[in-house]
C-alpha cells in the first residue's frame, strides 16, 4: 500500500454536504412554513456556536497558556473547533432547506398547480427541459397502455379562458399520447419552447419533482422558439453519432449512442430488461465512469499522474502538467455540453473527476473531501437530487471506490490474485455491496449476477467508449471516417449486450427481496454480517471454492436439481397453471419436452421462466383464448427458444389492435394462426382435448371478448378430466351449458375470469370439479378471486387453489390419486 493510502481519511466536509443533503431532502416535503422555521432555527444554532469565535477573531483574544490550569479556559479551544465544526453543519443545513424551500415553492405557486387540482385545460407555453423519451409497454387489466412520449418541461405562460395570460415557472411533465407527429415530438431538442393546448392533472406521487402533469393533444408539437445555440450544437453531435452507426448489428446501435452520451433512445424493452436484470443499467446513463474513461488517456495508469515520468497521452503530445489540467478541464466541458447540461450530467462529470482523481494521484482517502464538496455544491444547485435515487447511487459507488475497493483490493492481492484482476474485482465487491441495499428499496429484487456481469462487460466498455467519443468527434467533419470508427466500437459494444442478454438469461440472474426502506435495511445488515464473517474466516481455497460452485448452482438453477431440492414440477405432472400475475398461462404435458399452452399471461418473461422450469420445450399448440392483454401479452415468451406448431385463436378479434400484435408476433416467428372452431377434437401426447365455445360465427351477439373466450375440455390418462372455461361471463356460461348437456362432473376446473364474482352457479353445480385452480394477481385492483366464488366452489366440494398465494400449480396423477402441487413463493 502506498503513502497516500496510508494517510489520515478527512472526512471534515462530510458532516455538512450530509447536513444540506438531509435538510434538503425534508424541505421537499414539507410546506414552506416549516421550511422557514427550520431554516431559522439551523440559523440561530449557527449564530449561537460561532459568535464567540468570531467575537476572538475580531478582538484578537489569544487563548490561554497550555499549562493554565484544567479548567474551562484550558478546554476552550477545542471546544471552540468543535462549536465550529458544528456551526458550519447547521449553516449547511440552512442553505438546503432553503434552496429546496425555493424550489418547491414553485411546485405550488401559480396558476398551474390549482389548474391541476381543478383538472382544468388551458394553453400553455412550455420549455422543454429534458430529452424526449417513450413510456415502457404493458399491460394495465386487460388491456396494452398505449406507448406515449413524455418529456419533462417548464411552464413559463399560461392563457387564460378570459385571453389573460399569466407569466409563471412550474416543472411539470408533459405526456403525449399516440398519434400523428410522434417522430417530431421526439424529435425535439431541450430548451425548445412549445405552444401546448393540455388538461392538467395533479402528479401521479406526491414527492414528484412537478406542479402538474400535462397530458397535450394529437398532432405535432407547435413550436414557437427554437433551441439555444449549445442544445442545437449537442444535438446534431448526437445524430451524427446515431448516424455513424446505422450500419451496426441491433444491439450495437442502439447501445453504443448510450454508452458514449446517455442517449437510450434506440434501446428497446428487451435490451433494458436484460441490463435491469444484471445492474448494468448504469452503463445507459450518463455516467462519471464514461468521463473518466477518456480523462485517463491524458494521465496513463493508475499513480502516475504525480510521478515525473508521466503516462497516458499528455507527455506525449508535450502538455505540462499545467497543459494536461487544461485539456483534462476542456475534455470535461464537452463532455457536459455532448451530454447536455443537465443535473444528472453535472452529477456524472463530478463523480467522475473526483474518481479520475482518486485513480490518477493514488491517493483515494484523501479525496473524501473532494466528494463531499462535490455532494454540498450539487445539492444546493439543485435540491431534487436529494431524493434522487440515481444520485446516491452515483455518490455510494463513487465513496465505494474511494474508501472501500483499496482495502478489499489489497486483501485479495495478499491471497495471491493478480493485481489488475484484485483491482476490478475490489471496485465491482464494494460498488455492489454498498449499492445493492438501495436498488432494493425501489425494485425490490437483488442481481446474483452482478459482479460476474460487471467484470465481463468492464472488458469492453473502455474501448466502446473511446473509440465511441472518436465516432462523435469525427462525426461533423468525416461522416465515412466515424462510421468506420463505429464500426470497431459496435465489437465491445455488442459484447456488453451479449453480457447483458446472456446474464439476464440465467434462471437465477434475480432473487426476489422486499422492497422499501425495511427491506434495504435488512439488506445492509445482511451484507455488514457477511463482510465481518469474512473478515474472521481464515482463508481455505476449499472453502472459497465451495462458496463459488453453490453460488453458481444457485444462478444456473439445473432443472432436476431444483426439482431435487423444491419438488416442483412433480413427476409425471399433466397440467401446470403458471404464476404469471394478474392473466392466465397454463401448460397441458404433451410427452417429453412438449407442452401445449392455452393463454400466455400479460409477461413473457413470467411465461418464458414457467415453461423453463417445466422444461418445455416445444409446443404444438398455442391456444390464445381471448385477445385481451392479460393472455396474450405474453406470446413473444412462449415463441422464445421453441419450436411452436401454431397458435390458434377465437374468432372475435376484439380488441383490434391486440389481436393485431398476435398475428404480427406470430407472422414474424413464421408461426401460423388458425382460429378455433367449436366441435373439433386434437390430441397430444397422452392428451386430447374437445373445443367447446365458442359456437360458430363471430362470437355472441352482445358478449364481447370475454364471451367469446376458446373453452376446451380436456381428458388424460386414466380418464382425468380438466374443463377450461377461459374468462365466460355468466350469459355465455349458461348457453355454454345448454349447448352441452353431456357435461358432468370434472376433475379439474381452471375457474373463469380469474374467479370474479360473475359465475353462472348452475356450470358450477354440474361441473362439481374436485379441483378449482384461480390465476390472479397478488393485491390486484380488481379483488380477484371473489370471496362469494371461493365459497360456491368449496361449498360444492372442491379444493381451491390460486395462484396469487400459492403461487405456480402442478397437477398429477388420476383417480383417487389425483394431486394439485403448489410450488409456493
Request: one cysteine or more; glycine letters at 12%.
Amino acid at each position: 500500500m502506498n503513502r497516500g493510502e496510508r494517510e489520515t481519511t478527512d472526512l471534515r466536509l462530510v458532516p455538512p454536504a450530509l447536513a444540506a443533503w438531509a435538510a434538503a431532502a425534508v424541505a421537499l416535503g414539507v410546506t414552506g412554513w416549516w421550511t422557514v422555521a427550520g431554516v431559522g432555527l439551523c440559523l440561530a444554532g449557527a449564530a449561537a456556536l460561532l459568535t464567540p469565535t468570531v467575537a476572538r477573531r475580531l478582538t484578537g483574544a489569544r487563548d490561554p497558556a497550555p499549562d493554565g490550569g484544567a479548567g474551562e479556559g484550558a478546554r476552550s479551544p477545542g471546544w471552540r473547533l468543535r462549536a465550529t465544526a458544528w456551526g458550519g453543519v447547521l449553516l449547511c443545513a440552512a442553505a438546503g432547506a432553503a434552496s429546496a424551500g425555493l424550489h418547491a415553492a414553485d411546485l405550488r405557486r401559480g396558476p398551474v398547480p390549482v389548474l391541476a387540482q381543478e383538472y382544468g385545460r388551458a394553453w400553455v407555453e412550455v420549455t422543454v427541459t429534458s430529452d424526449p423519451r417513450l413510456t415502457r409497454p404493458r399491460v394495465s387489466g386487460r388491456a396494452m397502455v398505449p406507448v406515449s412520449v413524455v418529456m419533462d418541461a417548464e411552464v413559463v405562460r399560461v392563457e387564460r379562458a378570459g385571453g389573460t395570460a399569466l407569466r409563471t415557472r412550474a416543472p411539470v411533465l408533459l405526456i403525449v399520447p399516440p398519434g400523428e407527429g410522434r417522430d417530431a415530438w421526439l424529435g425535439l431538442l431541450p430548451s425548445t419552447r412549445l405552444r401546448v393546448g393540455a388538461r392538467f392533472a395533479p402528479p401521479r406521487e406526491p414527492g414528484d419533482p412537478y406542479a402538474a402533469v400535462l397530458k397535450a393533444g394529437s398532432g405535432p408539437p407547435r413550436v414557437v422558439g427554437p433551441p439555444s445555440a449549445l442544445q442545437r450544437t449537442a444535438g446534431e453531435l448526437r445524430a451524427g453519432l446515431r448516424e455513424a452507426t446505422d450500419g451496426l448489428a441491433p444491439d450495437a446501435r442502439a447501445l453504443l449512442p448510450g454508452l458514449v452520451v446517455g442517449d437510450t433512445s434506440r434501446i428497446g424493452t428487451k435490451l433494458r430488461d436484460a441490463f435491469e436484470a444484471t445492474d448494468l443499467t448504469h452503463l445507459l446513463a450518463v455516467s462519471g465512469s464514461n468521463l473518466s474513461i477518456v480523462l485517463l488517456l491524458l494521465v496513463g495508469r493508475p499513480g502516475r499522474a504525480r510521478r515525473v515520468e508521466r503516462g497516458g497521452l499528455a507527455p506525449r503530445i508535450g502538455l505540462s502538467l499545467r497543459g494536461t489540467a487544461l485539456a483534462g478541464a476542456g475534455l470535461t466541458l464537452a463532455f457536459v455540453v455532448v451530454c447536455r447540461p443537465e443535473p444528472s450530467v453535472l452529477r456524472a462529470a463530478a463523480c467522475g473527476l473526483v474518481a479520475l482523481l482518486a485513480v490518477a494521484t493514488g491517493r483515494r482517502r484523501s479525496l473524501i473531501p473532494a466528494l463531499a464538496a462535490v455532494v454540498l455544491l450539487l445539492v444546493l444547485y439543485d435540491p431534487w437530487l436529494a431524493r434522487s435515487y440515481g444520485f446516491l447511487l452515483s455518490v455510494l459507488a463513487t465513496g465505494a471506490l474511494l474508501v472501500v475497493a483499496p482495502g478489499w483490493s489489497e486483501a485479495l492481492r495478499r491471497r495471491g490474485m493478480p493485481g489488475r484482476l484484485a483491482e476490478a474485482l475490489a471496485a465491482a465487491l464494494a460498488a455492489q455491496a454498498v449499492t445493492a441495499p438501495v436498488v432494493v428499496v425501489f425494485a425490490g429484487r437483488m442481481s446474483l449476477v452482478a459482479i460476474p456481469a460487471n467484470l465481463f462487460a468492464e472488458l469492453a466498455v473502455a474501448p466502446a467508449t473511446v473509440f465511441g467519443f472518436a465516432a462523435l468527434a469525427l462525426a461533423p467533419v468525416w461522416a465515412a471516417g466515424a462510421a468506420g470508427v463505429a464500426w470497431v466500437a459496435g465489437w465491445p459494444a455488442g459484447w456488453i449486450a451479449g453480457v447483458a442478454r446472456a446474464g439476464a438469461e440465467l434462471p437465477g440472474a434475480e432473487l426476489a427481496w422486499p422492497g422499501g426502506w425495511w427491506g434495504g435495511a435488512a439488506l445492509a445488515l445482511v451484507t455488514g454480517a457477511v463482510v465481518a464473517g469474512v473478515r474472521r474466516v481464515r482463508y481455505r481455497r476449499w472453502l472459497v471454492v465451495g462458496v463459488a460452485v453453490a453460488l453458481v448452482l444457485v444462478v444456473v438453477r439445473p432443472v432436476p436439481l431444483v426439482r431435487w431440492v423444491t419438488g416442483w414440477p412433480p413427476p409425471g405432472w399433466l397440467f401446470a397453471m403458471c404464476q404469471v400475475g394478474q392473466g392466465d398461462a397454463l401448460v397441458l404435458s404433451a410427452g417429453e419436452g412438449a407442452g401445449v399452452v392455452v393463454d400466455a399471461g400479460p409477461d413473457p418473461a413470467a411465461v418464458d421462466r414457467c415453461l423453463r422450469e417445466l422444461e418445455v420445450r416445444h409446443v404444438p399448440l398455442l391456444v390464445l383464448t381471448h385477445f385481451h392483454a392479460d393472455h396474450v401479452a405474453g406470446l413473444p415468451g412462449v415463441l422464445k427458444g421453441r419450436a411452436v406448431g401454431a397458435v390458434q385463436v377465437t374468432g372475435l378479434d376484439e380488441p383490434p389492435g391486440q389481436a393485431e400484435f398476435v398475428r404480427r408476433v406470430a407472422g414474424a416467428a413464421g408461426v401460423p394462426v388458425v382460429r378455433a372452431e367449436a366441435g373439433e377434437r386434437r390430441r397430444a401426447g397422452v392428451l386430447e382435448w374437445r373445443v367447446l365455445w365458442p359456437p360458430p360465427g363471430p362470437g355472441p351477439p352482445d358478449g364481447g371478448p370475454n364471451d367469446a373466450s376458446v373453452t376446451l375440455l380436456v381428458r388424460g390418462p386414466g380418464g382425468v378430466s380438466l374443463l377450461l372455461l377461459g374468462d365466460l361471463e355468466p350469459p355465455a356460461q349458461r348457453a355454454l351449458w345448454r349447448a352441452h348437456p353431456e357435461l358432468g362432473a370434472v376433475d379439474v376446473l381452471k375457474v373463469a375470469h380469474h374467479g370474479s364474482a360473475h359465475q353462472d352457479p348452475g356450470l358450477t353445480a354440474a361441473v362439481r370439479p374436485r379441483l378449482a385452480l384461480v390465476s390472479a394477481g397478488s393485491q390486484n385492483p380488481y379483488g380477484h378471486p371473489h370471496p362469494r366464488t371461493l365459497s360456491a366452489l368449496r361449498a360444492g366440494g372442491a379444493r381451491v387453489l390460486r395462484t396469487d398465494r400459492d403461487g405456480a400449480i402442478a397437477v398429477a396423477g388420476a383417480g383417487e390419486e389425483l394431486v394439485a402441487v403448489a410450488r409456493g413463493w
